[in-house]
């Protein structure tokens, strides 16, 4: 591909660092529109001098416009109804293929990352998942490579200490899933019980628009009962799994509308459920998506 626009070649990589910068589909396409418009712009430039790198060029571009857009949808989440989760995203099988990049794009990782400010999120995310060079990513965020470094520890040390231990193996999770999703299907509260985890949470994000639960809901037995009533309150509903931000989720259709749900384990039972009920989240669960950490072959 030495012919190809560089940009096109980039593409599912500049999309990738912006989703999980900013934790939505929908504002990483607009961060990507926008380096596009200014990589056109810089071609344009009759006496412009040629990009020599034009990667680093482009992910600078993306960061830098991310970092701006992140700063806005702070504020913006502060006013957010209720839970916020990222938006999914339906991936294909072989993202999970690529531990790293799975993991990465995780929705049990992006809300962890929810937690580092904008600078941190941005750090992180360019060096322990793209593995930039710090004097690349300190060009992109306006720091010096210094302090992109103690940014680096700091953010590694808070992730660290907050993201989930995954220690179930492929096969173990699709049998897992498909146990707990044949119970919800089912009404089955015992096949639920045994799926889930004694201390098992319950996460909703309806955003005020849809109904949904507005708290987090614990242990076993809570989840499992409001999870039973899903065959009384839609007989019709379907059920089915879908690999959702590299791991195996599920998408409903229930009564016209649809929800996405994320799945986190330990020791072979669901510990973590986060339910989208938001429509406006859920507008990427129509196609597959791209992710990449590398440029495109």
Request: glycine share 6%; no cysteine.
């Amino acid at each position: 591909m030495s012919g190809a626009d560089p940009f096109v070649t980039h593409r599912s990589l500049l999309f990738t660092v912006a989703y999980e910068m900013l934790g939505s589909a929908a504002d990483a396409e607009d961060v990507v529109q926008e380096t596009w418009l200014r990589w056109a712009d810089r071609l344009a430039q009759e006496d412009a001098t040629p990009v020599q790198e034009p990667r680093a060029y482009l992910v600078r571009i993306v960061t830098r416009q991310a970092l701006n857009r992140l700063r806005t949808l702070s504020r913006r989440r502060e006013e957010y109804v209720g839970e916020w989760l990222p938006e999914p995203l339906l991936t294909a099988p072989d993202v999970a293929e690529d531990v790293e990049l799975a993991d990465s794009v995780s929705m049990a990782m992006l809300t962890v990352l929810e937690t580092l400010g904008p600078t941190e999120r941005a750090v992180f995310v360019l060096r322990e998942v793209f593995e930039l060079p710090y004097d690349e990513i300190a060009t992109a965020v306006g720091k010096t490579s210094a302090a992109v470094r103690q940014i680096a520890t700091r953010a590694r040390n808070h992730v660290a200490a907050r993201r989930p231990r995954v220690d179930v193996d492929r096969a173990e999770q699709q049998a897992v899933v498909e146990r707990f999703l044949a119970a919800v299907q089912g009404g089955d509260l015992q096949g639920l019980l045994d799926a889930l985890a004694p201390d098992v949470v319950l996460l909703a994000d309806h955003g005020g628009v849809a109904q949904a639960i507005r708290k987090p809901l614990h242990g076993a037995e809570p989840v499992a009962r409001l999870l039973a009533n899903f065959a009384t309150f839609a007989p019709d509903g379907v059920v089915e799994p879908v690999w959702i931000n590299g791991s195996l989720g599920a998408r409903i259709d229930a009564r016209g509308e649809v929800t996405a749900v994320s799945l986190e384990f330990e020791d072979g039972r669901i510990t973590r459920i986060l339910v989208v009920r938001n429509p406006a989240k859920l507008t990427s669960l129509s196609e597959e998506i791209a992710l990449s950490r590398a440029a495109q072959e």
